[in-house]
Nanobody
């Protein structure tokens, strides 16, 4: 069992930056590939970024490529998402999730989810 807690959300202006963090407890985070997803009001949950267990492979949705950076610190059981050049369309609740197999972009591949942290970008 892995318990995930996200933090770092908030309200920022268009063009600003935020850094989200996901802290895990219960099991070693290095056992899992990790992903960040987001869900805007009235929309389905969508993949944002993923990172493999060792951190040497990363994946991004086209909508965030070049603006967001995912990283992990297995020693501290954390996964971060640095979000730059934020846009109003990035407004959503952001979730981190842990998986052992399957497509990083597929939410059904993930075994554990955090409760989410809200990100709002003002125009």
């Amino acid at each position: 069992q892995v318990h995930l807690i996200e933090s770092g959300g908030g309200l920022v202006q268009n063009g600003g930056s935020l850094r989200l963090s996901c802290e895990a407890s219960g099991r070693t985070l290095s056992d899992y590939g990790m992903g960040w997803f987001r869900q805007a009001v009235g929309k389905e949950r969508e993949f944002v970024s993923g990172i493999n267990r060792s951190g040497d492979m990363t994946y991004y949705a086209d909508s965030v490529k070049g603006r967001f950076i995912i990283s992990r610190d297995n020693a501290n059981n954390t996964v971060d998402l640095q979000m730059n050049s934020l846009k109003p369309e990035d407004t959503a609740v952001y979730f981190c999730a842990a998986r052992t197999r399957g497509d990083y972009e597929d939410p059904s591949s993930y075994d554990y989810w955090g409760q989410g942290t809200e990100v709002t970008i003002s125009s």
